[in-house]
């Protein structure tokens, strides 16, 4: 485990951006799960701009968005969202994006299928992934159990389609971003506090190489 202070917020977005290049640049056909959070905007802007100048070729990666909204009339889609933040500007095949549906007559076969995509392809290699200010990933509620694999879930009031936190413990790495000092209290507990279904992001204390980066702001409680 690993936990890294930056000064603030677009230097921690930095650095998230600059350890997945690295993963790209590494291996160029890996496998890449990506959350879509407000937190990460600043880490897409940077990793855009590292494609936009040449730096970087996603030309022959797998990309797992990791999480995506029941579709109604008035959810906008995590896709499009990240299709504006990163999607739009690099260079990836659409026939090597996958994501939880967002409609379904049968939801336990579609996510089920969602996460044997991520099987086929090899298991992702990274995933990314944002920390909230309740202490969850994703949207995996704090609950009395372990939240599952990829699986419908009410998160305040709103129906998503979520990986569940086993689907990215069995990531090769993980990264997760947490900045602001609303979510000081949130890290806390997620690195001092118990390995508890209460706080999900707490299990990923667990994983053999995830690497916490953070800013000052986030970091000022430990």
């Given at each position: 485990?690993s936990?890294?202070?930056?000064?603030?917020?677009?230097?921690?977005a930095?650095?998230?951006?600059?350890?997945?290049a690295?993963q790209?640049?590494?291996?160029?056909?890996c496998?890449?799960g990506?959350?879509?959070?407000?937190g990460?905007?600043p880490?897409?802007?940077?990793?855009?701009?590292?494609?936009g100048s040449g730096?970087?070729d996603?030309?022959?990666?797998?990309?797992?968005?990791?999480?995506?909204?029941?579709?109604?009339?008035?959810?906008?889609?995590?896709?499009e969202?990240?299709h504006?933040?990163l999607?739009?500007?690099i260079?990836?095949?659409?026939?090597n994006?996958?994501?939880?549906?967002?409609?379904s007559?049968?939801?336990?076969?579609d996510?089920?299928?969602?996460?044997?995509?991520i099987?086929?392809?090899?298991?992702?290699?990274?995933?990314?992934?944002?920390?909230?200010?309740?202490?969850?990933?994703?949207?995996n509620?704090g609950?009395?159990e372990?939240?599952?694999?990829?699986?419908?879930?009410?998160?305040?009031?709103?129906?998503?389609?979520?990986?569940?936190?086993?689907?990215?413990?069995?990531?090769?790495?993980?990264?997760?971003?947490?900045t602001?000092?609303?979510?000081?209290?949130?890290?806390?507990?997620?690195l001092?506090?118990?390995?508890?279904?209460?706080?999900?992001a707490s299990?990923?204390?667990?994983h053999?190489?995830?690497?916490?980066?953070?800013d000052?702001?986030?970091?000022?409680?430990?």
């Amino acid at each position: 485990m690993s936990v890294l202070v930056f000064k603030d917020k677009q230097t921690a977005a930095n650095a998230v951006a600059t350890v997945l290049a690295a993963q790209l640049i590494e291996k160029p056909s890996c496998n890449i799960g990506l959350d879509y959070d407000p937190g990460l905007v600043p880490v897409f802007g940077a990793l855009a701009g590292m494609s936009g100048s040449g730096m970087l070729d996603w030309s022959g990666l797998n990309i797992f968005q990791l999480c995506e909204r029941v579709k109604t009339d008035a959810a906008r889609p995590l896709r499009e969202m990240l299709h504006r933040a990163l999607l739009s500007g690099i260079n990836y095949m659409p026939q090597n994006y996958y994501a939880p549906p967002s409609e379904s007559t049968n939801w336990s076969d579609d996510c089920k299928l969602f996460e044997d995509r991520i099987l086929q392809a090899g298991g992702l290699d990274m995933a990314l992934v944002a920390l909230k200010d309740d202490g969850c990933v994703l949207y995996n509620r704090g609950e009395s159990e372990l939240p599952p694999i990829t699986h419908v879930e009410i998160f305040k009031e709103e129906k998503v389609v979520t990986a569940g936190i086993p689907t990215i413990m069995m990531a090769g790495k993980l990264v997760l971003l947490a900045t602001g000092r609303d979510k000081a209290q949130a890290v806390r507990a997620m690195l001092q506090g118990p390995v508890t279904t209460a706080v999900p992001a707490s299990y990923l204390q667990l994983h053999a190489s995830v690497t916490f980066i953070l800013d000052e702001d986030a970091a000022s409680l430990l």
